[in-house]
């Protein structure tokens, strides 16, 4: 009985981080228990450290855009532009040297293409959210059109194959024996976490996530802020944009478009409350963890990648479920 | 007239152990004009939750004509001939006003098609009725809330209504609307039809009522018709305590040169909201500004608060000019102000005590990007002290503090951006009467103390003149006078009131 | 002179001035066989947009819809294969009760959990998409392969003319069913307690359920009816293109919701009206049809269909803040 009650405060304390780490622990006996000798191997965790980082980072912007009540599904979009426009000005100035052996000042031009892609995106959809004054939904379903309709323009269907080596380093290569995506990550995550909790920025999207009108009077800025908030969301959109066309050497209008689905539900999972106000990095990277943990053992399982879908979506609707339970018992 | 149609025989009601009404009985008798008196938080809605079925009793029983009732739903309720008209009023705003009268009728008669020819005629029937002038039309959204609530009315009255309950129905009103509001209700009195009139407002509960049952934390403590009370006896009752009356004394400190005015208006004018208005309050001075709702005294706090930039006239803050465009201006400029809600527009409920008494300083608080914790913990430490705000620890959500507690977070909040003017809209709403009083007290303390300029907005006309050392009276976009409140009595500045419409 | 500014008469305002445009551009526009292939291209859209109307009325927003759609297209015809059938009636019926099914599931989470309803929709539709093309299969049942009936029933035209060419051309009868089921959600919507009960949901949820609403009844309705209509839809686009491919309909529900919000209909709720939804419906696909009559690439049709997402949006934000002003 006593061990009961425990339990119960346990799953009802406001952070649901311990209740992520069990589940993660529980994914991973399963998977474990499953198939031992393929899950186990080194190999396997390693190359969920170099796949993770991009939907992590896609994740973190969608718990961002959340914070302040709103939602940003122009990020896959935002993500291939990114990489579509790097690589077009890597097809258009590597020059002799040929593409992979590009020099380092356009790997580097190639770079702030793409993070002004993601500045001058985010930019757009604040404008539209807080100027326009449309609701986020709509506003950036509407983007989201304009910029993979501006990618297919840009590739006229097709992969955009070839990048230097040095931006698949970024996707592929390692620092210090880890995976760099993931390094990266770690390093962007620690960063958010630290503007969230730390500057004025952070706790003012809190603030306003957690009550617009007392923001308005208690003298916030909060168009700026919400504005500011979702530049934020395209340049963590376009850095996944990066990776990505790094790790796979290409960039396309359609690739990872499943990645909407899962960057809402582990923004979800990972104790975000979609209303607003509330979310944290440290959530979101447990539940990226653990999906990519599922993930991954299902793919060892020989299970399709069509049947992964089923199952991510299968687990938003169960922690729908269990959160309104718990909700409910509060 | 004396067959009692309701009777709540001790009624008591807990939530999650907390009782909310305590061994309560009520008798409602046929025809009558009722009123239930309380403040804020005393059991006021859990009653007529309980009265409409809402709300199962945990003890007790309903008697309607004499007979038992076992078992209250909010549609055997309605069946009883009950029905409540919310403060929200529950009308579809984008629907028309004859749909919206006659959708309980449909509902009622388990209907599946919409016959509009005769929803039309439901509802212009149930306007008839009533004898008031509504476009059956009109999307309901677009109505001004005087007309909203006649629909309300309208509709409540069309269901064979025995009792209308009515919840706060004067809140939103012009003194002119409440005029005819009461001709409604009289009117509908004379079909034989009760009305439990729900307020906290005792002048106009005295002038509507005929028979009075006050509550206080959850318990009855008077009940009688309404020639029993007057105001002093009903304020006894509500709050339990005598009110004593040490009005605030404000005299301009001596010496030669008095020190500019803290907020000087000039010539001030919203278009359509108020014009011409000019006022001075010196530091230490805590003014009262009172007039009926739509009197335009909200808009001028929040023209002082920078919302309505589009305002004509000077503004000037310890003698300097200032411009008003943004909140942040505003703020820039001194001027703070305390929202009349405090729970939708003051608090960020679910966010922790220190977070919501630093909303308004991280800007300072972090002058290169990374806000300073250490500053930040003795702001809020010495803040919890000295507004002695009754909690352990500053990182407890706001949502779990009383009334009274969550309005010296937003206070305190001011205090910490150095304010200069504070601008206090309903500064005492929704606060129990304990804490009310130490409000106050913080309050005088805060204008002697810092200085403050203080304008109070106040339904209240008794927490004016016991607070303020002066009140200026507003009607219609106008100051039109202004009293010395150690030389007047509520009663007085009541009857000025009064006479506006 | 209130009927001015309803905003259908407005959405058709736009809609003349927009198809002058177009066949000032090119005058092939007003040819007969292209209005009748638009009208065509309205069908399917249109149809799934009905079910969105109602979504939206009631305060909701459904992005699952062309997973369903596709799922119910696929498995019936897949069904019919199997069993050797080959009829009309019973196959269509199969595939709307399908949808609607997988509409209860949404029903069921958004009533019982008060989740939102873009998140729900999301799952639901990545599961039912999801379950198709990893436990159904992914190839796709050509022409040589569907069943005749469907393609026989799609090609019925209710016109039909001869070129001078000798090539014909005509108007599917399948407008017929479309504008069917347009009146038919008309008479609902306005007629019927269950479908005031969608717009009473739409403006006020909490007043709906003190005036003794049901409002699981309501929500089940309208998630429900919007599945059976994808479901309806889907077969039918599939016997209209003589073709079931499980990977169909990916991103339409942008296309779909685009057009409702056209028409009129308000995202937070309790507005929108049929026949605003069919301008609406009529608008995008003009649109997006006339691009190639105007010779602008195929490619950029998706930044054409954003940016008038982005406008209408604008347009309608705009207006409700100078009503609320």
Request: aromatic residues 8%; contains cysteine; charged residues 15%.
């Given at each position: 009985?006593?061990?009961?009650?425990?339990?119960?405060?346990?799953?009802?304390?406001?952070?649901?981080?311990?209740?992520?780490?069990?589940?993660?622990?529980?994914i991973?006996?399963?998977?474990?228990?499953?198939?031992?000798?393929k899950?186990l191997?080194?190999?396997?965790?390693?190359?969920?450290?170099?796949?993770?980082p991009?939907?992590?980072?896609l994740?973190?912007?969608?718990m961002?855009?959340?914070?302040?009540?709103?939602?940003?599904?122009s990020?896959?979009?935002?993500?291939?532009?990114?990489g579509?426009?790097a690589?077009?000005v890597f097809?258009?100035?590597?020059?002799?040297?040929?593409i992979?052996?590009?020099?380092?000042q356009?790997?580097?031009?190639?770079?702030?293409?793409?993070?002004?892609?993601?500045?001058?995106?985010?930019?757009?959809?604040?404008?539209?959210?807080?100027?326009?004054?449309?609701?986020p939904?709509?506003?950036?379903?509407?983007?989201?059109?304009?910029?993979t309709?501006?990618?297919?323009?840009?590739?006229?269907?097709?992969?955009?194959?070839?990048?230097p080596?040095a931006?698949?380093?970024?996707?592929?290569g390692?620092?210090?024996?880890?995976?760099?995506?993931?390094?990266?990550?770690?390093?962007?995550?620690a960063?958010?976490?630290?503007?969230?909790?730390?500057?004025?920025?952070?706790?003012?999207?809190?603030?306003?996530g957690?009550?617009?009108?007392?923001?308005?009077?208690?003298?916030?800025?909060?168009?700026?802020?919400?504005?500011?908030s979702?530049?934020?969301?395209?340049?963590?959109?376009?850095?996944a944009?990066?990776?990505l066309s790094?790790?796979?050497?290409?960039?396309?209008?359609?690739?990872g478009?499943?990645?909407?689905?899962q960057?809402?539900?582990?923004?979800?999972?990972?104790?975000?409350?979609?209303?607003?106000?509330?979310?944290?990095?440290?959530g979101?990277?447990?539940?990226?963890?653990a999906?990519?943990?599922?993930?991954?053992?299902?793919?060892?399982?020989?299970?399709?990648n069509h049947?992964?879908?089923?199952?991510?979506?299968?687990?938003?609707?169960?922690?729908i479920?269990?959160?309104?339970?718990?909700?409910?018992?509060? | 007239?004396?067959?009692?149609?309701?009777?709540?025989?001790?009624?008591?009601?807990?939530?999650?152990?907390?009782?909310?009404?305590?061994?309560i009985?009520l008798?409602?008798?046929?025809?009558?004009?009722?009123?239930?008196?309380?403040?804020n938080?005393?059991?006021?809605?859990?009653?007529?939750?309980?009265?409409?079925?809402?709300?199962?009793?945990?003890?007790?029983s309903?008697?309607i004509?004499?007979?038992?009732v076992s078992?209250?739903t909010p549609?055997?309720?309605?069946?009883?001939?009950?029905?409540?008209?919310?403060?929200?009023?529950?009308?579809?705003?984008n629907?028309?006003?004859?749909?919206?009268?006659a959708?309980?009728?449909?509902?009622r008669?388990k209907?599946?098609?919409?016959?509009w020819?005769?929803?039309?005629?439901?509802?212009?029937?149930?306007?008839?009725?009533?004898?008031?002038?509504?476009?059956?039309?009109?999307e309901?959204g677009?109505?001004?809330t005087?007309?909203?609530?006649?629909?309300?009315?309208?509709?409540?009255?069309?269901?064979?209504?025995?009792l209308?309950?009515?919840?706060?129905?004067?809140?939103?009103?012009t003194r002119?609307?409440?005029?005819?509001?009461?001709?409604i209700v009289h009117?509908?009195?004379?079909?034989?039809?009760?009305?439990?009139?729900?307020?906290?407002?005792?002048?106009?509960?005295?002038?509507?009522?005929e028979?009075?049952?006050?509550?206080?934390?959850?318990?009855?403590?008077?009940?009688?018709p309404?020639?029993?009370?007057?105001?002093?006896?009903?304020?006894?009752?509500?709050?339990g305590?005598?009110?004593?009356?040490?009005?605030?004394?404000w005299?301009?400190?001596?010496?030669?040169?008095?020190?500019?005015?803290?907020?000087?208006?000039?010539?001030?004018?919203?278009?359509?909201?108020?014009?011409?208005?000019?006022?001075?309050?010196?530091?230490?001075e805590?003014?009262?500004?009172?007039?009926?709702?739509?009197?335009?005294?909200?808009?001028?706090?929040?023209?002082?608060?920078?919302?309505?930039p589009?305002?004509?006239?000077?503004?000037?803050?310890?003698g300097?000019?200032?411009?008003?465009?943004?909140?942040?201006?505003?703020?820039?400029?001194?001027?703070?102000?305390?929202?009349?809600?405090?729970l939708?527009?003051?608090?960020?409920?679910?966010?922790?005590?220190?977070?919501?008494?630093?909303?308004?300083?991280y800007?300072?608080?972090?002058?290169?990007l990374v806000?300073?914790?250490?500053?930040?913990?003795?702001?809020?430490?010495?803040?919890?002290?000295?507004?002695?705000i009754?909690?352990?620890?500053?990182?407890?959500?706001?949502?779990?503090?009383?009334?009274?507690?969550?309005?010296?977070?937003v206070?305190?909040?001011?205090?910490?951006t150095?304010?200069?003017?504070?601008?206090?809209n309903?500064?005492?709403?929704?606060?129990?009467v304990?804490?009310?009083?130490?409000?106050?007290?913080?309050i005088?303390?805060?204008?002697?103390?810092?200085?403050l300029a203080v304008?109070?907005?106040?339904?209240?006309?008794?927490e004016?003149?016991?607070n303020?050392?002066?009140i200026?009276?507003?009607?219609?976009g106008?100051?039109?006078?202004?009293?010395?409140?150690?030389?007047?009595?509520?009663?007085?500045v009541?009857?000025?009131?009064?006479?506006?419409? | 002179?209130?009927?001015?500014?309803?905003?259908?008469?407005?959405?058709?305002?736009?809609?003349?001035?927009?198809?002058?445009?177009i066949?000032?551009?090119?005058?092939?526009?007003?040819?007969?066989?292209?209005?009748?292939?638009?009208?065509?291209?309205?069908?399917?859209i249109?149809i799934?947009a009905?079910?969105v109307?109602?979504?939206?009325?009631?305060g909701?927003?459904?992005?699952s819809f062309?997973?369903?759609a596709?799922?119910?297209?696929?498995l019936?015809?897949?069904?019919?294969?199997?069993?050797?059938?080959?009829?009309?009636?019973l196959?269509?019926?199969?595939a709307?009760?399908?949808?609607?099914?997988?509409?209860s599931?949404?029903?069921?989470?958004?009533?019982?959990f008060r989740?939102?309803?873009?998140i729900?929709?999301?799952?639901?539709?990545?599961?039912?998409?999801?379950?198709?093309?990893?436990?159904?299969?992914?190839?796709?049942?050509n022409?040589n392969?569907?069943?005749?009936?469907?393609?026989?029933?799609?090609?019925?035209?209710?016109?039909?003319?001869?070129k001078?060419?000798?090539?014909?051309?005509?108007?599917?009868?399948?407008?017929?069913?479309?504008?069917?089921?347009?009146?038919?959600m008309?008479l609902?919507?306005?007629?019927?307690?269950?479908?005031r009960?969608?717009?009473?949901?739409?403006?006020?949820?909490e007043a709906?359920r003190r005036?003794?609403?049901d409002?699981?009844?309501?929500?089940?309705?309208?998630?429900?009816?919007?599945?059976?209509?994808?479901?309806?839809?889907?077969l039918?686009?599939?016997?209209?293109?003589?073709?079931?491919?499980?990977?169909?309909?990916?991103?339409?529900?942008?296309?779909?919701?685009?057009?409702?919000?056209?028409?009129?209909?308000?995202?937070?709720?309790?507005?929108?009206?049929?026949l605003g939804?069919?301008?609406?419906v009529?608008m995008l696909?003009?649109?997006?049809?006339?691009?190639i009559?105007?010779?602008?690439?195929?490619?950029?049709?998706?930044?054409?269909?954003?940016?008038?997402?982005?406008?209408?949006?604008a347009?309608?934000?705009?207006r409700?803040r100078?009503?609320?002003?």
């Amino acid at each position: 009985m006593k061990y009961q009650m425990d339990f119960r405060s346990l799953l009802n304390r406001d952070n649901n981080i311990v209740q992520l780490i069990v589940m993660t622990i529980l994914i991973f006996a399963v998977m474990a228990a499953l198939s031992p000798d393929k899950f186990l191997r080194y190999y396997n965790f390693e190359s969920i450290t170099y796949i993770f980082p991009e939907l992590g980072l896609l994740s973190i912007a969608m718990m961002i855009a959340m914070l302040t009540g709103g939602i940003d599904l122009s990020v896959v979009g935002i993500a291939n532009l990114s990489g579509i426009l790097a690589g077009v000005v890597f097809h258009r100035l590597a020059g002799d040297t040929g593409i992979a052996d590009a020099p380092f000042q356009v790997v580097l031009l190639g770079g702030v293409v793409a993070i002004g892609t993601g500045v001058v995106a985010g930019a757009l959809n604040g404008f539209l959210v807080t100027r326009a004054g449309i609701i986020p939904i709509l506003a950036t379903l509407g983007t989201g059109q304009v910029f993979t309709g501006l990618a297919i323009v840009l590739t006229g269907g097709p992969a955009l194959v070839g990048f230097p080596e040095a931006w698949a380093f970024l996707g592929n290569g390692k620092v210090f024996g880890l995976a760099t995506p993931f390094v990266l990550f770690i390093v962007i995550a620690a960063i958010i976490a630290f503007v969230l909790s730390r500057t004025t920025f952070g706790i003012n999207l809190m603030l306003i996530g957690t009550n617009p009108k007392a923001a308005l009077f208690a003298g916030l800025k909060r168009e700026r802020m919400i504005f500011y908030s979702y530049m934020l969301t395209g340049v963590l959109a376009s850095v996944a944009g990066i990776i990505l066309s790094g790790r796979t050497n290409a960039a396309k209008s359609d690739y990872g478009t499943s990645y909407l689905l899962q960057a809402v539900l582990i923004a979800v999972l990972g104790g975000t409350n979609p209303a607003g106000g509330k979310g944290t990095v440290l959530g979101i990277s447990i539940a990226v963890v653990a999906l990519m943990l599922l993930a991954s053992g299902f793919q060892i399982l020989r299970f399709s990648n069509h049947l992964i879908d089923f199952i991510w979506g299968a687990f938003l609707l169960l922690v729908i479920a269990i959160n309104a339970f718990k909700n409910r018992t509060r | 007239m004396s067959d009692a149609f309701i009777e709540l025989r001790d009624i008591r009601k807990e939530f999650a152990g907390v009782v909310a009404l305590d061994d309560i009985s009520l008798t409602i008798r046929a025809g009558e004009i009722h009123c239930l008196a309380g403040e804020n938080g005393s059991g006021k809605s859990t009653v007529i939750k309980v009265m409409s079925g809402v709300y199962q009793p945990d003890g007790g029983s309903i008697l309607i004509d004499g007979q038992p009732v076992s078992r209250l739903t909010p549609i055997s309720a309605i069946g009883h001939g009950v029905q409540v008209i919310y403060q929200d009023f529950s009308l579809f705003g984008n629907l028309t006003v004859a749909e919206n009268l006659a959708m309980n009728v449909h509902l009622r008669e388990k209907r599946s098609l919409m016959d509009w020819r005769r929803t039309r005629a439901i509802a212009a029937e149930a306007v008839e009725r009533l004898k008031v002038d509504l476009d059956l039309d009109a999307e309901v959204g677009r109505l001004p809330t005087a007309g909203k609530q006649l629909v309300a009315i309208a509709r409540a009255l069309m269901s064979d209504a025995r009792l209308i309950i009515m919840d706060e129905p004067t809140t939103a009103l012009t003194r002119k609307e409440v005029e005819t509001l009461f001709r409604i209700v009289h009117d509908i009195q004379s079909r034989g039809i009760a009305i439990l009139f729900v307020s906290h407002k005792m002048r106009e509960m005295l002038e509507i009522s005929e028979r009075m049952t006050v509550i206080r934390n959850g318990r009855k403590v008077a009940e009688g018709p309404t020639g029993d009370f007057d105001e002093a006896s009903i304020t006894r009752h509500m709050t339990g305590t005598d009110i004593l009356n040490e009005p605030y004394v404000w005299s301009p400190p001596a010496g030669a040169e008095p020190p500019p005015p803290r907020l000087e208006i000039r010539d001030l004018a919203v278009p359509g909201r108020f014009e011409g208005l000019s006022l001075a309050i010196r530091p230490g001075e805590i003014v009262g500004l009172s007039g009926l709702l739509g009197s335009g005294r909200t808009e001028v706090a929040l023209t002082l608060f920078g919302m309505l930039p589009g305002y004509r006239g000077e503004v000037r803050v310890d003698g300097a000019p200032v411009t008003l465009r943004t909140t942040h201006d505003a703020i820039e400029a001194g001027i703070a102000y305390v929202p009349e809600d405090r729970l939708t527009e003051g608090l960020f409920l679910a966010q922790s005590i220190n977070r919501n008494m630093l909303a308004t300083s991280y800007e300072r608080l972090a002058p290169r990007l990374v806000i300073d914790r250490h500053r930040a913990d003795a702001m809020t430490s010495g803040m919890i002290k000295s507004m002695q705000i009754a909690t352990p620890t500053g990182e407890k959500p706001v949502i779990e503090l009383s009334g009274g507690n969550q309005q010296r977070v937003v206070l305190a909040r001011w205090l910490l951006t150095d304010a200069r003017v504070l601008i206090l809209n309903g500064p005492t709403v929704g606060v129990d009467v304990g804490s009310k009083a130490e409000i106050h007290r913080k309050i005088r303390e805060l204008a002697v103390r810092h200085g403050l300029a203080v304008v109070m907005i106040s339904d209240d006309v008794l927490e004016l003149v016991q607070n303020c050392n002066r009140i200026v009276l507003m009607h219609r976009g106008r100051f039109v006078d202004e009293v010395e409140t150690a030389a007047t009595t509520e009663e007085q500045v009541s009857d000025m009131l009064k006479t506006f419409t | 002179m209130t009927w001015l500014r309803r905003s259908e008469v407005v959405i058709a305002g736009i809609l003349v001035l927009a198809m002058i445009v177009i066949g000032l551009v090119n005058p092939a526009f007003w040819q007969l066989d292209n209005l009748f292939s638009l009208l065509r291209s309205n069908v399917i859209i249109g149809i799934m947009a009905l079910g969105v109307l109602l979504v939206l009325i009631s305060g909701g927003i459904d992005v699952s819809f062309p997973a369903f759609a596709v799922a119910a297209m696929y498995l019936t015809v897949k069904g019919m294969l199997y069993l050797g059938y080959d009829g009309v009636a019973l196959p269509f019926l199969t595939a709307a009760v399908m949808g609607l099914l997988f509409g209860s599931l949404n029903a069921f989470f958004v009533y019982k959990f008060r989740m939102i309803p873009l998140i729900v929709t999301l799952g639901t539709g990545a599961m039912v998409r999801g379950f198709l093309l990893g436990v159904v299969g992914t190839s796709m049942i050509n022409i040589n392969k569907m069943p005749p009936a469907l393609i026989d029933f799609a090609r019925t035209d209710v016109l039909s003319f001869t070129k001078a060419d000798g090539t014909t051309y005509g108007l599917t009868a399948m407008v017929l069913i479309y504008l069917g089921l347009a009146l038919a959600m008309h008479l609902v919507l306005r007629y019927t307690m269950i479908g005031r009960s969608v717009y009473a949901l739409g403006g006020d949820a909490e007043a709906a359920r003190r005036a003794g609403f049901d409002l699981r009844k309501t929500i089940f309705f309208v998630y429900c009816t919007a599945g059976a209509l994808a479901g309806f839809a889907g077969l039918l686009h599939s016997g209209m293109i003589w073709l079931a491919n499980p990977r169909d309909f990916v991103g339409l529900e942008l296309d779909v919701i685009a057009a409702v919000v056209l028409g009129g209909a308000s995202i937070f709720g309790g507005r929108g009206t049929v026949l605003g939804t069919m301008l609406g419906v009529f608008m995008l696909v003009m649109v997006k049809n006339s691009l190639i009559i105007m010779k602008v690439d195929t490619t950029w049709q998706r930044v054409v269909v954003g940016i008038i997402i982005i406008i209408a949006t604008a347009v309608t934000a705009w207006r409700d803040r100078r009503r609320q002003a």
